[in-house]
């Protein structure tokens, strides 16, 4: 995936209907299922806060690809293992990136 003009970006809404924005970092296969991963987006200029405050809002995402009806959808891990095991793996992988 190129980012030469930029990362891919996502809006999301949550239960409660809020908007929110994430940037895409990667898609992995884990025991048979693809979760995909994405950082947070600030208000302002993306790739560098203006704050500490808004730096501790910053995180990584991690969502799993469902199948609903046909059709794939992101959901929410179901578990605090499931999110650890996973978030290593994610980590794992962004890191091994970093070395080539």
């Known amino acids: 995936m190129s980012e030469?003009?930029?990362?891919?970006?996502?809006?999301?809404?949550d239960e409660e209907g809020n908007e929110f924005e994430l940037e895409y970092c990667s898609?992995?296969?884990?025991?048979?299922?693809v979760y995909m991963s994405f950082l947070t987006v600030t208000?302002?200029?993306e790739d560098t806060p203006d704050s500490d405050e808004e730096r501790e809002d910053e995180?990584?995402?991690?969502?799993?690809v469902v199948n609903v009806n046909g059709e794939d959808q992101l959901a929410t891990l179901d578990s605090e293992?499931?999110?650890?095991?996973?978030?290593?793996?994610?980590?794992?992988?962004?890191?091994?990136e970093d070395e080539e």
């Not at 030469?4 to 809404?13: H, K, Q, S, V, Y």
């Not at 898609?27 to 299922?33: F, L, R, V, W």
């Not at 293992?81 to 091994?96: G, H, P, R, S, T």
């Open 4 to 13: 030469e003009f930029g990362g891919d970006f996502i809006t999301l809404t």
């Open 27 to 33: 898609t992995i296969e884990y025991k048979g299922q």
């Open 43 to 45: 208000e302002g200029d």
């Open 59 to 64: 995180g990584l995402v991690i969502l799993k």
């Open 81 to 96: 293992e499931e999110l650890a095991e996973v978030y290593d793996q994610v980590m794992e992988d962004l890191f091994a």
